[in-house]
């Protein structure tokens, strides 16, 4: 059974930084491409940050570049969301997601399995 359980929401400040993690088991992490979602209340699920099978190539919308920063170690099954200066408008439920490797995509349909994500709440 595919697990992927996030962790290191909470709330902060603006201008603070998280790091989530996204640990996965029950699959072959090492040849997954891994992305980042997030979905704020009433507003659709929206590409955060995507990282190819072995961490080399990464991508972000042109709203994320310069403060998020997403990595893995295929060695401990993890993915990583590196969040900075964060804004009150960041403020959602993040979630991981595991795709087939190939091309990454930025679209919720080209990924398999979710967490069940982790709170981010951010204040003014």
């Known amino acids: 059974q595919v697990q992927l359980v996030e962790s290191g929401g909470g709330l902060v400040q603006a201008g603070a930084s998280l790091r989530l993690s996204c640990a996965a088991s029950?699959?072959?992490?090492?040849?997954?491409?891994m992305g980042w979602f997030r979905q704020a209340p009433g507003k659709e699920r929206e590409f955060v940050a995507a990282?190819?099978?072995?961490?080399?190539?990464?991508y972000y919308p042109d709203s994320m570049k310069g403060r998020f920063t997403i990595s893995r170690d295929n060695a401990k099954n993890t993915v990583y969301l590196q969040m900075n200066s964060l804004k009150p408008e960041d403020t959602a439920v993040y979630y991981c997601?595991?795709?087939?490797?190939?091309?990454?995509?930025?679209?919720?349909?080209?990924?398999?399995?979710w967490g069940q994500g982790t709170q981010v709440t951010v204040s003014s």
């Open positions: 997601a595991a795709g087939p490797s190939g091309i990454v995509v930025s679209t919720t349909r080209g990924y398999n399995y």
């Open positions: 029950g699959l072959a992490f090492s040849i997954h491409n």
């Open positions: 990282i190819n099978w072995d961490g080399g190539s990464t």
